[in-house]
């Protein structure tokens, strides 16, 4: 049984470019979750979706966007790179409601320059 | 500004030692997570408490959530080598399904 996949495992992008992450959730969740951690800090909440549709939003900037897929599988874009958004982009799966164990990925590095 | 503070920020202790762990909100979450991280992975969920005032055991690990749901702490007894990693706490936002909200992180390295 496969955990949750993410894809690529190390990006390098430039300024005013955008990125497309990749996220495959563990077999049988429907939930996707998708945080941004940057260097020294812990995770942050960037959005979730459900049911192909965006269920909940942290406090990103509308650069940051997503999709989910008929199989569950999710993409994170973000538009018009910045500095700071050089960080680890992870990705979480669940299945429903509240309070559901959580599965992490390993992430994807993402580096601008 | 972080709606979970985890202190202390680092900690660095011999084997065999005990340590305790804060994770400290002025806010109530329905449940609260505690994960452990290492170097290049994501976080590993090592427990969900959510009731207040509960108590769990993992081990030598043992896990506290607040009566008022507003904080919690780890406590590891006679640390390993193996322990060594980025401890994380995530509360998780009331009616927000799977919205959570974590904590800076502590770093224990814990030396043989």
């Known amino acids: 049984d496969a955990g949750v996949t993410q894809s690529p495992t190390h990006l390098i992008k430039t300024r005013g470019q955008q990125v497309t992450l990749r996220c495959s959730p563990k077999?049988?969740?429907?939930?996707v979750s998708w945080y941004q951690q940057a260097l020294g800090q812990g995770p942050q909440f960037i959005f979730q979706?459900?049911?192909?549709?965006?269920?909940q939003r942290g406090n990103f900037p509308d650069r940051f966007s997503g999709h989910q897929f008929p199989n569950y599988s999710s993409e994170l874009n973000v538009n018009a790179l910045l500095l700071g958004d050089s960080a680890l982009y992870l990705c979480?799966?669940?299945?429903?409601?509240?309070?559901?164990?959580?599965?992490f990925g390993p992430g994807t590095r993402l580096t601008v320059l | 500004t972080q709606l979970l503070e985890q202190s202390p920020q680092f900690l660095s202790i011999q084997e065999g030692e005990n340590l305790t762990v804060y994770c400290n909100s002025s806010?109530?979450?329905?449940?609260l997570q505690w994960y452990r991280q290492e170097p290049g992975e994501g976080p590993v969920l090592l427990v969900t408490?959510?009731?207040?005032?509960e108590v769990k055991k993992l081990k030598r690990l043992t896990f506290q959530f607040g009566d008022a749901r507003k904080d919690s702490s780890l406590h590891i007894t006679a640390a390993q080598p193996g322990d060594t990693g980025l401890y994380l706490c995530?509360?998780?936002?009331?009616?927000?399904?799977?919205?959570?909200?974590f904590g800076s992180g502590t770093k224990l390295n814990v030396k043989p």
């Open positions: 077999s049988g969740h429907d939930t």
């Open positions: 979706y459900y049911e192909e549709e965006e269920r």
């Open positions: 995530a509360g998780e936002a009331p009616y927000n399904f799977n919205k959570f909200y």
């Open positions: 408490v959510v009731t207040g005032g």
């Open positions: 979480a799966s669940s299945f429903g409601g509240q309070g559901d164990t959580q599965y």
């Open positions: 806010s109530v979450f329905s449940s």
